[in-house]
């Protein structure tokens, strides 16, 4: 072949090769080039797979195989094999006769990242003459260009792993909350640009922690794989099941209208309660069980972080309200506004105020909320009318996953004397104020 020639070849395999997208594809793309470029009618590359044996990956056909020993010769040395006479090559008595049609082969090692971990095999030139030293040359030089782009697929195929492992759970191989406020961002927006509906439920495990402490964390986590495990047998291959974070689960339905959400997350809480695991009759109510929150777009939320506050609010009422159920957010219309509805929930509170001593502060709970007031329970008699402030956990979290604290002032309209301690009312001085 003139060298003009070669050398238009050689800038064609470059083209192809760079443009290959598979491992696989660059290896074909290798031996289809150096079967034309240097008239070889039987090319192969051979790698060794984890068995430890070696394996064909790629092929011109018919495939050239000199012998598993002499590629693995050429594997484990790193050196390349020039044979011009098989029958009387002293390099080849420990291995069985090749049988070609001509008796020169060419064995040239591939390297990543300064290991070796396959073998160009080239036998039979179309002429019938043996191959030459600067057939080696070029044979070496489409195993190192071949070498070279197979490194840029390792490090792409690493990143591309790296990036799975910063957004997948380990223990549930689920999406983990990273993932949750990537995909719950564009899901959101996608809902608004085409006008669907999307919902989002929110589910946690009743009484885990004692489950958990009760029989140990392997079958913690035997239990939480199975909840996983169920959550995406009983949704679409659309929706996306996430592990939030610790006991807690998120499931995004696109294009869901809440009364849909609402039977998908009925579906669910009923699977799991058939869930066989282990010392089930330990826990509390003598069953597995989880709580649901469900909220919907644009039905509840002006974006996806009231969505995922009000899916919130949704299942911190299912827990107050005993658990083992799904709760719906309702939207406030605006009567319901104007007449303040309570919402029955507990949330730790930290109380600031006066009594007959001066200052003080207690912490507390508050049992139901609403825009204009709430009540709460309080050990000390606090002087009524008296200035408060309250630091209330709510049950709203950004998308980072951190807890809001509401912190409201108001005055003390009521305090009525219990067996033990007071219940108070609070009537705000304006609506929930500031978060903090």
Do not use: C
Not at 331 to 349: M, Q
Request: hydrophobic residues 40%; glycine residues 8%; aromatic residues 6%.
């Amino acid at each position: 072949m003139m060298r003009s020639e070669r050398i238009q070849d050689l800038r064609a395999f470059l083209e192809r090769i760079q443009s290959a997208d598979t491992v696989e594809h660059t290896l074909q793309h290798l031996v289809d080039a150096a079967a034309g470029i240097l008239k070889a009618e039987k090319v192969s590359v051979v790698v060794r797979a984890e068995t430890g044996l070696l394996q064909v990956r790629a092929l011109h056909w018919p495939a050239s195989d000199p012998s598993e020993g002499i590629s693995g010769q050429v594997l484990a040395s790193g050196e390349p094999l020039l044979v011009t006479d098989a029958g009387s090559d002293p390099r080849l008595e420990r291995y069985r006769s090749p049988r070609y049609r001509s008796r020169s082969f060419l064995s040239v090692p591939i390297g990543v990242e300064g290991s070796h971990i396959a073998v160009l095999n080239l036998t039979d030139r179309s002429d019938g003459s043996d191959f030459s030293s600067e057939d080696l040359e070029l044979a070496g030089l489409l195993a190192q260009i071949t070498g070279m782009n197979l490194e840029r697929h390792r490090f792409l195929e690493s990143i591309e792993r790296l990036q799975k492992e910063s957004v997948t759970d380990a223990l549930t191989s689920l999406g983990n909350r990273r993932h949750f406020e990537q995909r719950i961002t564009s899901e959101v927006n996608r809902a608004r640009r085409f006008g669907h509906p999307l919902s989002l439920i929110i589910l946690d495990i009743d009484d885990f922690k004692i489950y958990n402490d009760t029989l140990g964390h392997p079958a913690g986590d035997r239990a939480l794989r199975a909840v996983s495990e169920a959550l995406l047998e009983n949704v679409r291959a659309i929706d996306d099941v996430v592990r939030y974070g610790g006991e807690e689960f998120a499931v995004i339905l696109p294009q869901t209208p809440i009364d849909l959400a609402t039977v998908v997350a009925e579906r669910v809480r009923g699977a799991m309660g058939r869930l066989p695991l282990d010392g089930i009759n330990q826990l509390p109510r003598g069953e597995f069980s989880v709580s649901v929150g469900v909220a919907s777009f644009p039905r509840d939320a002006r974006d996806e972080s009231e969505l995922l506050n009000h899916a919130d609010i949704a299942l911190y009422l299912a827990k107050a309200e005993g658990k083992n159920q799904t709760v719906v957010f309702e939207p406030l219309n605006e009567d319901e506004r104007r007449t303040h509805r309570r919402i029955p929930i507990r949330l730790p509170t930290t109380v600031e105020g006066e009594d007959e001593h001066g200052r003080f502060q207690e912490e507390t709970l508050i049992r139901n909320i609403s825009a204009g007031g709430a009540l709460f329970a309080h050990a000390r008699q606090i002087i009524l009318n008296s200035d408060l402030e309250l630091h209330i956990q709510s049950p709203f979290r950004s998308l980072g996953g951190d807890p809001l604290v509401l912190a409201v002032a108001g005055r003390l309209i009521r305090s009525d004397r219990l067996e033990t301690g007071f219940s108070g009312a609070v009537a705000f001085n304006d609506t929930l104020s500031r978060f903090s």
